[in-house]
């Protein structure tokens, strides 16, 4: 059974940074897409970006570039989600989640079927 | 980037109706769609993939349709678990994006 383990929650000043872990367990990790979805406080879900960590090649959102960096680790089986200057909108559950295809769209996507538990992020000052 | 829409927003239904959810594309995405339940405090669960397919543990109540802009998320019977807010998702190209969400409710 695939597990996805997020780290846990933070609080953050604006301007600031922000790393999120997601360690995978009980399946295949290199494979597979790892994305990043965030939800505001009431809000609907949001897709940052996706790495398949055997490719180490990360695809974003625009909306995110240059704010956003993420990266996996096969050797530890975790990918990683950074954010930068942080701004009060960042407030958000940040979830990871891997696609049960072998890609991030198209012909590789078949939907996110593991998710993390999510790290709320919180952005105050 | 494709923008999803879905209707109706919200909706109020009663234990045992049958329940449609539309969801729309701004151009066709083939049917690289999926669906996913969203129950408060959790993470979102893959119901629907592929427009028509059912995930594997899902309850065959669950079922997609549609192809190119136009897709419909079906629940025959609903159940008191049902209750939850619903979304669309296009895997069609980069930036994957969700439709707003539908909120299923109590009658």
């Known amino acids: 059974q695939v597990q996805l383990v997020q780290s846990g929650a933070e609080v953050k000043k604006p301007g600031s940074s922000v790393k999120v872990s997601c360690k995978a367990s009980?399946?295949?990790?290199?494979?597979?897409?790892i994305s990043w979805v965030r939800q505001a406080p009431g809000q609907g879900l949001e897709w940052m970006g996706g790495i398949i960590p055997i490719f180490g090649t990360a695809n974003y959102a625009q909306k995110f570039q240059g704010r956003v960096t993420i990266t996996a680790d096969e050797s530890t089986s975790t990918a990683y989600m950074e954010l930068s200057s942080l701004r009060s909108e960042d407030t958000a559950v940040y979830y990871c989640?891997?696609?049960?295809?072998?890609?991030?769209?198209?012909?590789?996507?078949?939907?996110?079927?593991?998710w993390g538990q999510g790290t709320l992020v919180t952005v105050s000052s | 980037d494709i923008q999803m829409t879905q209707s109706p927003s919200s909706l109020s239904a009663s234990v045992g109706d049958r329940v449609t959810i539309t969801c729309r594309a701004s151009?066709?995405?083939?049917?690289?769609l999926n669906w996913y339940q969203q129950k408060p405090g959790k993470a979102p669960k893959l119901l629907i993939y592929a427009a028509s397919s059912l995930q594997s543990g899902v309850p065959s109540r669950f079922s997609g349709s549609g192809s190119g802009t136009d897709f419909t998320l079906t629940i025959s019977s609903l159940q008191p678990e049902d209750f939850a807010t619903y979304y669309c998702q296009q895997s069609y190209s980069t930036p994957l994006g969700f439709g707003p969400g539908t909120k299923v409710d109590i009658k």
């Open positions: 151009q066709s995405i083939s049917s690289y």
């Open positions: 989640a891997r696609d049960q295809g072998l890609g991030i769209a198209a012909a590789g996507s078949r939907g996110f079927d593991y």
């Open positions: 009980g399946g295949t990790f290199s494979s597979y897409a």
